[in-house]
RNA sequence: GGGUGUUUAGCUCAGUUGGUAGAGCGUCUCCCUUACAAGGAGAGGGUCGGGGGUUCAAGUCCCUCAACACCCACCA
């Protein structure tokens, strides 16, 4: 790196500059390439690989960013550290991408052919793979991308058909006819998981069956009087007394005359609607079960298409009709018919296609399953017996939930890019094959449907090393990997299969931690979506305001519980202004460090105020330590912010300034601002990378490291431990704070330096002979005399009473000595309450044999304390109203 | 119907073994003090959703009610 001349360093922070020369320098010394045969102790994260088709959004900063501070923290802490970049080829998010492009031209994939049709697919594709990743550098994320995979690509496909095959052969998979989600728009199945329910209002039609032979009828409550063509019984309860006659009796669909029994089922709810319902097997899951218990052969009315089947159970003027259409034409055909004997208002949830939005149909259709059961048992108690952690620790209810009640899995797809199931058809007999490769391709096809996308993003956290082969470098240095890092919206989808996988398949838990964190919201609590047009662009932001910006605004967010995380444009001025102050307080440590050996800081040499600055520093290490090691990210934001602005330049850097002017403490206390600027640095570098590598690239210092992402991250010391000089170091900040305070009230302008009288206790007074110089520069206070804590002070004077001590400002003229009295008074005041409280508590017996005695100690102390200063308000008090 | 989460300063939210509340933004004062006005200094602001309980002590634990959000199930 080029090192800039200090003073010719902005006063602004040029996060674009900073971040773009950054990257590439991490990037060009392949310092994010992970080694497998190092010695290091391993940590890996494998990123939930972004759909192909997507573009980069808040969720994924909010994602990456947390991967990437777990990385770069573990890097720095002396880890092996992998992290695993890639894409999911999204079957069917992609083939849609490229269907539309070839409506535009006027064509149909069927124009096309399965294999042209594939090779546009691959084409796009491999023009848009690395797209999102790319977008992902700008987040500053850390990852290997000598290992990027993609869900489709060879080593993927190897082992989707190894883990085909093997459940199949292990009865884990079948072929079947089961009534399935089914997107009309799509043209496919698609899962429980990828199906969503709104409520809508609809309406509840009853219909009337005559009896056949006879007179009277049945009334049937149904939603979806298109179905009626598909009926095969009419079901009521078997203890409905209502109904019991008619049990066994023939009733006649409306509308075609065909003939249907009167079944009892326990099925049935007797309460609603009117107790009967029609029985349609091929269009609803329950119906499909009722049907099977009675023998019934479902009979499909509705086409793939969504439209009325051009059958002979459906009158010919509906063949063809969509759905919709078809339903109205019924209603008004059942009207003229006086079938339709009553409308209600009904509200009920609707299936939607998760990906377009389009209402399910339920259809029955053969597709492939995943007998999920057997499979959930070992995933249940990897999570049970701790194996698998969740954090927040609330999400393994969720998902033992879910997995104790799971369902079959429908893993097929009627669509072209994915990968096509390994099954094999002869192509006469029919008989099928389930095997890798086509045993005969003379005489077998291939099965047309594709799997699942989610299906080999199940086996993303293995496939990535090398599975099948569990002998790679990757797999034995880098499996099971360490935390896997995600929004809670896909649990489900992706983290409970990569763990039922993962376990069936290499035996042992894909990752031991599950980092659940918040959904990203606009600033009123929604989602984001392009339909409100409520997104923020994370590259907006990024180029408004800088990466480490973001990163900062977004982590501070964050909480250990995993709220979700409500933003707005505004918000990312937050980690803006801390990126700023960075970079001001380092030009500050910088131009200041003329002169400077290169020599460790001198021990025997520091000032209280060292010692406070080191000591603070210290503890803040290890709580960054603790926190990041337990999650508690947001916590370390704040932790750091807290720690660089408030301690080290509002403070430590101001003391600084005093000493650097003492020739006899400037080279240690220029160590000493060296240090904690790099030790700061390095804390916070896993949070902002960019500017802490680019600072920490300008100190001047011996290192054997090249990047502070490669340097050791900060841990506790013992020898950086000094309790004592931490507390007196509160007698400066009282002291300075009390006088600004004088000042502010009095509006003593700044230019008017003014003398102190100290009456210090025998004990604070050699301390406060030591703050002289930082009380002098930083209250601005001219000179400094003592008197004993028992003399009568100053009239004409404001006061303050800090700790045992107290401090006057003889002010003369310049202040209103009523105000004084009322500003003393109202002091009093408070410490009052306080004392009452306190002593209240002091005096109750039970708080004295039930609390701890230490919290008894620390409590009359506090008393005491309030006693001395209460006392010396009142002299003072008592001296200004003489 | 079942479950989870939220309710704390004007706004957005922190608050891990129970010990009388914090931040950022906003508000009010003052200040361009040679790192930073994206800054510095000071100030004001809360009966921690309501009610009850346990305890010497509750924002923190228990019960209950209310409002809001989300998830699961899906009765035609």
Redesign the pocket.
Same mark, same amino acid.
């Given at each position: 790196m080029s090192l800039t001349k200090i003073e010719d360093l902005p =006063?602004?922070?040029d996060a674009k500059e900073t971040e773009e020369s950054i990257y590439k320098f991490w990037e060009e010394n392949e310092f994010f390439k992970a080694d497998a045969k190092s010695p290091k102790k391993p940590y890996s994260i494998v990123i939930p690989p972004p759909n192909v088709t997507g573009v980069l959004h808040m969720g994924h900063a909010l994602d990456e960013t947390l991967q990437d501070i777990l990385v770069r923290y573990h890097r720095m802490s002396g880890y092996e550290t992998l992290w695993v970049p890639g894409t999911d080829h999204a079957g069917l998010a992609t083939q849609n991408v490229v269907e539309k492009q070839l409506m535009k031209e006027g064509l149909t994939r069927n124009d096309l052919g399965r294999e042209k049709f594939l090779e546009r697919t691959w084409k796009w594709t491999n023009d848009h793979k690395s797209a999102i990743l790319d977008q992902m550098k700008r987040l500053g994320a850390s990852f290997d991308r000598s290992r990027e995979r993609f869900t489709f690509d060879k080593g993927c496909s190897e082992a989707v058909k190894e883990v085909f095959v093997t459940l199949y052969n292990k009865g884990l998979i079948y072929k079947g006819a089961y009534i399935v989600n089914w997107c009309p728009r799509c043209q496919s199945a698609i899962s429980?998981?990828e199906t969503?329910?709104e409520t809508e209002q609809g309406h509840?039609w009853e219909i009337s069956y005559p009896l056949k032979g006879e007179s009277g009828a049945i009334i049937?409550?149904?939603? +979806?009087p298109e179905t009626i063509f598909g009926d095969v019984a009419i079901a009521v309860h078997p203890s409905d007394h209502k109904y019991s006659e008619l049990i066994g009796k023939t009733v006649v669909i409306p509308l075609t005359g065909r003939e249907i029994p009167i079944i009892a089922d326990e099925? @049935?709810?007797? =309460?609603? !609607? =009117? !107790?009967? @319902?029609?029985i349609t097997p091929a269009h609803?899951?329950?119906d499909f079960e009722v049907g099977k218990r009675h023998g019934f052969n479902p009979i499909w009315v509705i086409d793939e298409k969504g439209c009325m089947k051009a059958c002979g159970e459906v009158p010919s003027n509906l063949h063809g009709l969509d759905r919709y259409e078809a339903r109205k034409q019924i209603i008004k055909m059942l009207e003229d018919n006086h079938s339709l004997l009553r409308v209600k208002e009904?509200e009920?949830?609707v299936g939607k296609c998760q990906r377009c939005g389009t209402t399910i149909e339920p259809l029955l259709s053969e597709q492939w399953f995943v007998k999920m059961k057997p499979l959930a048992e070992e995933a249940i108690k990897a999570v049970k017996d701790g194996r698998i952690k969740f954090i927040p620790e +609330?999400w393994e209810? $969720?998902y033992l939930?879910?997995m104790e009640?799971i +369902?079959d899995w429908c893993i097929s797809r009627q669509i072209w890019w994915g990968h096509q199931i390994p099954a094999y058809y002869h192509k006469t007999t029919g008989e099928m094959v389930v095997a890798k490769e086509n045993p005969d391709p003379e005489n077998y096809v291939q099965e047309t449907d594709c799997l699942d996308t989610w299906f080999s993003s199940g086996l993303w956290p293995f496939s990535t090393m090398g599975f099948p082969n569990a002998e790679t470098d990757d797999y034995k240095k880098f499996y099971p990997t360490s935390t896997l890092v995600t929004g809670f919206?896909i649990i489900?989808f992706w983290v409970a299969r990569m763990i039922t996988m993962g376990l069936e398949f290499t035996g042992k838990a894909p990752f031991s931690t599950v980092y659940i964190h918040g959904l990203i919201r606009d600033?009123k609590?929604q989602k984001m979506s392009k339909s409100k047009g409520n997104t923020i662009d994370p590259v907006v932001i990024i180029d408004k305001?800088g990466c480490d910006a973001l990163r900062f605004t977004m982590t501070s967010?964050c =909480?250990?519980?995993g *709220?979700d995380i409500?933003i707005s444009d505004?918000r990312f %001025?937050?980690g +803006? $202004?801390f990126?700023?102050?960075i970079w &001001?307080?380092s030009?500050?440590v910088l131009?200041n460090l003329d002169g400077v050996d290169n020599n460790d800081i001198d021990f025997s040499n520091l000032t209280i105020a060292d010692k406070w600055i080191l000591d603070k520093l210290n503890s803040v290490a290890k709580e960054v330590n603790t926190n990041i090691e337990n999650y508690r990210i947001?916590?370390t934001a704040?932790t750091l912010?807290?720690f660089f602005? #408030?301690s080290y330049?509002?403070w430590y850097? %101001?003391i600084a300034?005093v000493q650097l002017q003492d020739s006899s403490l400037k080279l240690n206390t220029q160590r000493v601002l060296r240090y904690v600027l790099d030790m700061s640095l390095r804390l916070l570098h896993p949070i902002m990378p960019h500017i802490t590598e680019r600072v920490w690239q300008l100190i001047p210092k011996q290192t054997e490291f090249k990047a502070i992402m490669l340097a050791d991250y900060p841990v506790f010391k013992n020898s950086l431990e000094f309790p004592a000089e931490a507390r007196e170091m509160e007698l400066v900040f009282e002291t300075?704070?009390s006088l600004? #305070?004088v000042? *502010?009230?009095f509006?003593i302008?700044?230019s008017l330096n003014f003398n102190i009288i100290i009456h210090a206790s025998a004990d604070e007074k050699p301390v406060f002979e030591a703050i002289e110089n930082y009380i002098k520069r930083m209250a601005r206070v001219e000179g400094i005399s003592y008197a004993e804590v028992s003399d009568v002070p100053a009239k004409k004077s404001a006061t303050a009473v800090v700790s045992a001590s107290k401090i006057v400002i003889p002010l003369e003229n310049l202040i209103d000595f009523n105000a004084e009295i009322a500003r003393q008074e109202k002091k009093l005041n408070k410490l009052q309450t %306080?004392r009452k409280?306190?002593e209240g508590?002091v005096n $109750?017996p039970?708080?004295a044999? &039930?609390?701890?005695a230490e919290?008894i100690k620390q409590t009359k102390e506090r008393i005491d304390e309030i006693l001395v200063q209460e006392n010396a308000i009142n002299d003072f008090i008592a001296t200004l109203k003489a």
């Open positions: =006063t602004v922070y429980d998981v969503e329910y509840l049937v409550a149904t939603t +979806r099925y @049935v709810d007797k =309460t609603f !609607g =009117t !107790g009967a @319902v029609k609803d899951p329950n009904h009920h949830n +609330r209810k $969720n939930g879910w009640n +369902r919206d489900f600033e609590g305001y967010l =909480t250990y519980g *709220q409500k505004e %001025e937050y +803006r $202004n990126a700023n102050k &001001n307080a030009r500050f131009m947001g916590e704040h912010y807290d602005w #408030n330049c509002d850097v %101001e300034k300075i704070k600004r #305070n000042r *502010q009230s509006n302008p700044m %306080e409280s306190l508590r $109750n039970k708080f044999a &039930n609390a701890p919290l």
